[in-house]
């Protein structure tokens, strides 16, 4: 375990932090000094377009079932024989947040409805991204810009959507504007690198990277309602123990 400005960090957190932040540099020499290594593969674009559009889909279900897959995602063992009900918790849920006021700035509040606000973000993230691949990969579209701008935007929203948890205290709808954010600024790395490599399996790496930064936020995310949890003095609550 390690701590850093007060906040404790396990090692496989620090690892999943660490290769993906070296991913994201990586993304940005491709983009800014491009490997002379083009193929003419007649549907790299389209391959590389439904890969990426792929984890958009799973994302998406991932963000409509977070339970499900925050239990395929856990990487701390499970004790099997604890309950898994929130009321032996003694603390009632709305979505997969305890509906505690330590909370409050994690959930969008629609009339009576709470939402989370950071799978919210990564929903319309998802879906803004995916109409961005049916344009500029599977049709006759592109997207304007300088691959090396693009980029760069890009980068700055997956920095904001991976490591504002360590850094920054949000309310509800700049968690969701951060997510957001992170997806769409995936997109943008990826058309950068497509524009620039056109090279399959960097086309490919990059998705796995991609695959690799959204574990990483899952991480990061328990890892910051653990940190809430554990300056809570209540006994009769273990939700993210």
């Keep these: 375990m390690l701590v850093a400005g007060g906040k404790s960090f396990n090692l496989t957190l620090l690892f999943l932090i660490s290769v993906s932040m ?38 998406i279900i991932g963000c409509l079932y ?54 919210s973000g990564l929903l319309f993230g998802a879906i ?31 920095g904001l959507g991976l490591l504002h948890p360590t850094v920054l205290r949000l309310k509800s709808f700049t968690r969701f504007f951060a997510s ?13 690198i497509e ?5 399959t399996p960097i086309d490919l790496f990059f998705v796995a990277l991609s695959v690799l930064w959204i574990l990483t936020k899952v991480s990061l995310s328990k890892w910051e309602h653990q940190q809430i949890c554990s300056q809570c003095s209540s006994e009769s609550c273990s939700a993210y123990e």
Excluded: W
């Design 195 to 199: 524009d620039s490599a056109k090279n």
């Design 180 to 192: 957001t954010v992170f997806v769409v600024g995936s997109f943008l790395v990826f058309v950068s």
């Design 128 to 158: 803004v991204a995916l109409f961005g691949i049916g344009t500029c990969f599977l049709g006759d579209g592109g997207l304007t810009g300088e691959p090396p701008l693009l980029v760069s935007v890009g980068a700055i929203g997956v």
């Design 22 to 59: 070296f991913g994201l540099l990586l993304s940005i020499v491709f983009v800014v000094n491009p490997p002379k290594l083009a193929d003419d593969f007649a549907f790299r674009k389209s391959l590389a377009g439904s890969a990426f559009g792929a984890v958009c889909v799973l994302g």
């Design 66 to 119: 977070p339970h499900s897959c925050s239990a395929i995602l856990d990487f701390e063992k499970q004790d099997r024989n604890a309950p898994s009900s929130s009321k032996s918790h003694g603390q009632a849920f709305q979505g997969h947040h305890p509906t505690c006021g330590r909370f409050s700035s994690h959930v969008l509040r629609v009339g009576k409805r709470r939402l989370c606000a950071t799978c």
